[in-house]
T-cell receptor, first 116, second 111 residues
Framework: EAQVTQNPRYLITVTGKKLTVTCSQN?????MSWYRQDPGLGLRQIYY???????DKGDVPEGYKVSRKEKRNFPLILESPSPNQTSLYFC???????????????FGDGTRLSIL | DQQVKQNSPSLSVQEGRISILNCDYT??????FLWYKKYPAEGPTFLIS?????DKNEDGRFTVFLNKSAKHLSLHIVPSQPGDSAVYFC??????????FGTGTSLTVIP
């Protein structure tokens, strides 16, 4: 089954304790992206990756890191989490059909992070 | 600053009637627009898209209209069904890499 898998689905942690949210897709998609969803703000893009070893900032990259060492994986790293990073996070992937062209994104089911 | 806006947080419609969800944007460079549907505890799923070279795209019960001069798009669902009850997000992009989403409209279809 084609899917984007995020782990963990839920996490409660404390300020300053490094954490990683993993994202894996089995569709051989070139493009991957991370979003956060907050009430009244919709989804906001954190980082995206056009292909292996190619990453770039989205709208709200502060406090986050990513890496794309393999095509299927795109982990989101919070080096020193703070309470304002409490949010619902989504990973997404899509096929690229051209230099400036992607197919619609497939989303994971989300990771709810609570940082105390 | 929100570049994509959905000004109606919620909408209720009778089953069988038309649902119209609206979305406005500010960036004239956006050339690719999408609608996603989201159920609770799931990720958004793609519904329909439109590029700026078109003003209408239809897929079954779903039609998206784009008015570039007004920087406005709308999603029409006809006829609405109870299973359409969900949160709908519109999204826009200028380069197919960076995407901007609206805040969502919660649609309730009343049986």
């Amino acid at each position: 089954e084609a899917q984007v898998t995020q782990n963990p689905r839920y996490l409660i942690t404390v300020t300053g304790k490094k954490l990683t949210v993993t994202c894996s897709q089995n569709m051989n998609h070139e493009y991957m992206s991370w979003y956060r969803q907050d009430p009244g703000l919709g989804l906001r893009q954190i980082y995206y990756s056009m292909n292996v070893e190619v990453t770039d900032k989205g709208d709200v990259p502060e406090g986050y890191k990513v890496s794309r060492k393999e095509k299927r994986n795109f982990p989101l790293i919070l080096e020193s989490p703070s309470p304002n990073q409490t949010s619902l996070y989504f990973c997404a992937s899509s096929r690229r059909t051209g230099v400036l062209s992607n197919q619609p994104q497939h989303f994971g089911d989300g990771t709810r992070l609570s940082i105390l | 600053d929100q570049q994509v806006k959905q000004n109606s947080p919620s909408l209720s419609v009778q089953e069988g009637r038309i649902s119209i969800l609206n979305c406005d944007y500010t960036n004239s460079m956006f050339d690719y627009f999408l609608w996603y549907k989201k159920y609770p505890a799931e990720g958004p799923t793609f519904l329909i898209s439109i590029s700026s070279i078109k003003d209408k795209n239809e897929d079954g019960r779903f039609t998206v209209f784009l008015n570039k001069s007004a920087k406005h798009l709308s999603l029409h669902i006809v006829p609405s069904q109870p299973g359409d009850s969900a949160v709908y997000f519109c999204a826009a992009s200028a380069d197919s890499n960076q995407f901007y989403f609206g805040t969502g409209t919660s649609l309730t279809v009343i049986p």
